[in-house]
């Protein structure tokens, strides 16, 4: 399969830790943000553009990816796109569902199920261009805590990640990639984490970000997919899955 390109992707802090994501269809220049973190970074990003916002796309009910929804769709009349649990504390025009498609002008996004981190949270798979919208699903070397899910339902959620095409570009909401290494480092070290462990802080020493990285990099080095990865089936991997992350919550 050949990639097309079609989806014109600007990454941009916001809040503390998060990255808000400004995405737009080249084809019909049509707009969205998946979620609203900050409203005065979007802003901010939208005037360097030039351009008004279509459509927010809201991955889980957390306020630092709907929280930003009143203002933003005040300001330039966005329509919202979302799982259903956004609506305990914003608003939603449109409820979408996992297997539901949304179409940001000739660019189509599949909405797939990421539940775990929340129990509704969901991803935006663009399978054309290769780019995946995960939220705090995955991060670099890193996963979302298990607030609502359990560690079967989050494993379900990674295991669909790393199904996706190797050279998938993953789009996480924060950059956690610093304290993600020291937990992969303490688990052991090997050549390829060694050379992701180098670029990373070279990143970071520079102020870039390490997002989006791709599905080939997450299954090589991160912990939360290699290890539970080796066992054969989905029940022993959902259990070290679990165990893992219990590991880092107290880490
Ligand atoms: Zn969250
Ligand atoms: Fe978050």
């Not at 995405?23 to 943000?33: E, Y």
């Not at 929280?67 to 966005?78: E, P, S, T, W």
């Not at 990639?177 to 970071?204: M, Q, V, W, Y």
């Amino acid at each position: 399969m050949s990639l097309r390109p079609n989806l014109k992707i600007d990454v941009f802090p916001a809040l503390q830790d998060n990255y808000g994501f400004l995405i737009q269809d080249q084809a019909t220049g049509k707009t969205a943000i998946i979620d609203a973190p900050e409203p005065r970074a979007i802003t901010a990003r939208l005037d360097a553009w030039g351009v008004g916002l279509d459509y927010i796309l809201n991955t889980h009910w957390h306020p630092d990816h709907a929280g930003g929804n009143v203002l933003i769709q005040k300001r330039y009349g966005a329509v919202i796109y979302g799982p259903p649990e956004v609506r305990r504390i914003a608003p939603l025009d449109h409820v979408l569902e996992p297997g539901d498609v949304f179409h940001l002008g000739d660019t189509r996004l599949d909405v797939i199920d990421l539940g775990g981190h929340t129990l509704g949270h969901i991803g935006y798979i663009d399978a054309a261009g290769g780019n995946a919208f995960v939220a705090d699903t995955i991060f670099p070397l890193g996963c979302g805590r298990l607030f609502e899910g359990t560690p079967a339902q989050m494993w379900g959620a990674l295991k669909r990640i790393a199904d996706l095409p190797d050279e998938t570009r993953l789009y996480s909401a924060h950059e956690y990639s610093l304290s993600n290494l020291k937990f992969a480092e303490h688990l052991g070290i090997n050549p390829a984490l060694s050379t992701r462990a180098d670029i990373i802080r070279a990143k970071r020493a520079a102020g870039e970000p390490t997002v989006p990285s791709t599905v080939a990099e997450e299954k090589a080095t991160n912990p939360f997919l290699v290890y539970p990865l080796q066992e054969t089936d989905f029940d022993a991997q959902a259990a070290k899955f679990g165990e893992l992350r219990r590991a880092k919550d107290c880490f």
